[in-house]
């Protein structure tokens, strides 16, 4: 089996997690990660053996022996890596979020058709056997017409706040760091929002430190989402149908999520999905190998069409509660 070569742009706690997932995909190879910093290529490679290693993410998008990237820096700076490694030909695929705002994720997209490249988001959400199964039950009409979606995500952040979750120039905001998942679930069960409202509470930089929003859908749907970085909350999602209701617990962006339906008001019955070892990045990784062994520049699962939809829905939220990036004005 001819293996596919990745790199990892990009050595935080993520990239560790993926690196760690990739063992797991037979026909992928890690072979190169870069990083500015001295102390996370140390902490990388004390568990991760890689026969190239960078200090410049240029001498990676260069490299010849690389046939795919990860990009796995912060939000802000999404954009420019990924165009870095586009312009070197090499297939990205670039953590959620995408990028800071739609002008950038367009930058992303056209970049990828002018070169001919692979381009995906990396929401491995949506290639989770959990996600899997709730799609294949929602679509087949187990709990009917959904009618409405409830999903939160937050967390106590750690004092003194890392600042890439407070910093707007780092994309910093509950909203796109964990707030992405709950839009991201209402978006896939109900499609493209007619009405967006948001209210938040700010930090002194003024992004977001805790937001509720309610998405407003065509049919009469309606999405209630909250995100934080103030509170532990209980990482739950509840779609409910006009004839049951399904709900993921357990953090229901995850791998570990449990599944229970409800269904004509009978007793909950538990879902059972098929589990596997490591954290569950391994299911994206997959996807994007066989994209790349078909030839493809674009996911069927996770399509350019699926980010842009995520991203500007984003910007309508951010809009509508008076949270700016520098980037905006570009």
């Not at 997209?109 to 490249?117: C, E, M």
């Amino acid at each position: 089996m001819e293996k596919i070569r990745w790199g990892i742009l990009g050595c935080g706690k993520i990239a560790n997690k993926f690196a760690a997932d990739l063992r797991l995909v037979k026909d992928a190879e890690l072979v190169a990660i870069a990083s500015r910093n001295p102390k996370k290529i140390a902490a990388f490679t004390a568990e991760f053996a890689v026969p190239l290693v960078f200090h410049t993410y240029e001498e990676l998008a260069a490299s010849p022996d690389v046939d795919v990237i990860y990009v796995a820096t912060p939000h802000g700076f999404h954009r420019d890596h990924t165009l870095l490694c586009l312009q070197h030909k090499k297939a990205v695929l670039c953590e959620k979020a995408f990028a800071l705002n739609a002008y950038q994720v367009h930058d992303m997209i056209d970049a990828a058709r002018k070169h001919n490249t692979f381009l995906m988001e990396a929401f491995w959400t949506k290639f989770l056997p959990q996600y899997q199964k709730v799609s294949t039950l929602i679509k087949s009409g187990d709990i009917g017409e959904v009618r409405l979606v409830q999903a939160d995500f937050g967390f106590r952040a750690e004092k003194p706040t890392p600042q890439r979750l407070h910093d707007p120039a780092l994309g910093g905001g509950s909203l796109l760091d964990v707030g992405i998942y709950p839009v991201f679930l209402a978006l896939s069960f109900l499609g493209k929002p007619v009405d967006v409202k948001a209210v938040m509470k700010p930090y002194p930089s003024g992004v977001d430190e805790q937001i509720a929003m309610t998405l407003v859908f065509e049919n009469g749907a309606l999405a209630n989402l909250s995100a934080s970085f103030a509170a532990d909350t209980p990482v739950e999602a509840t779609i409910v149908g006009t004839t049951g209701y399904i709900r993921m617990s357990n953090r229901f962006h995850n791998a570990t999520s449990h599944i229970t339906m409800v269904k004509d008001k009978q007793p909950p019955q538990t879902i059972e999905v098929h589990r596997e070892e490591g954290y569950g990045y391994q299911f994206e990784a997959r996807h994007v190998n066989s994209c790349l062994n078909k030839g493809l520049t674009e996911s069927p699962v996770m399509c350019h069409a699926d980010s842009l939809l995520l991203i500007e829905t984003l910007d309508r939220i951010r809009k509508s509660c008076g949270i700016r990036y520098e980037a905006d004005r570009q």
